[in-house]
């Protein structure tokens, strides 16, 4: 089993930043690709960022590009999202979670198999 636990969300102004991490336990962490996704009330889960197993590449919504930046730490078995520019648009609750070893692409819900609780992320004046 793993555990995925993000922190880190809150309310911040439009503008402003937030970094948001997710601590991983239990079974294998590293070798693993990682993501972000997110939702909003009343809207379908999306998805935020991605990083591949190896940490070379990187993955983002057209969104959040050139705003968020996905990074992971295999030693602190953590995933961190910094988040900059915040939009309100960017208010949802946000999940991190670990895509499955034979997943053949990296934005659908369906290409990870375990998932944290969640983070709220309110952005507002």
């Known amino acids: 089993q793993v555990q995925l636990v993000e922190s880190g969300g809150g309310l911040v102004q439009p503008g402003g930043s937030l970094r948001l991490s997710c601590a991983a336990s239990?079974?294998?962490?590293?070798?693993?690709?990682m993501g972000w996704f997110r939702q909003a009330p009343g809207k379908e889960r999306e998805f935020v960022a991605a990083?591949?197993?190896?940490?070379?590449?990187?993955f983002y919504a057209d969104s959040v590009k050139g705003r968020f930046t996905i990074s992971g730490d295999n030693v602190k078995k953590a995933l961190y999202l910094q988040m900059n520019s915040l939009k309100p648009e960017d208010t949802a609750l946000y999940y991190c979670?670990?895509?499955?070893?034979?997943?053949?692409?990296?934005?659908?819900?369906?290409?990870?198999?375990?998932w944290g609780q969640g983070t709220q992320v309110t952005v507002s004046s």
């Open positions: 979670a670990r895509r499955r070893s034979d997943s053949p692409s990296y934005s659908y819900s369906s290409d990870y198999d375990y």
């Open positions: 239990g079974r294998t962490f590293s070798g693993y690709g």
């Open positions: 990083v591949s197993r190896s940490g070379l590449s990187s």
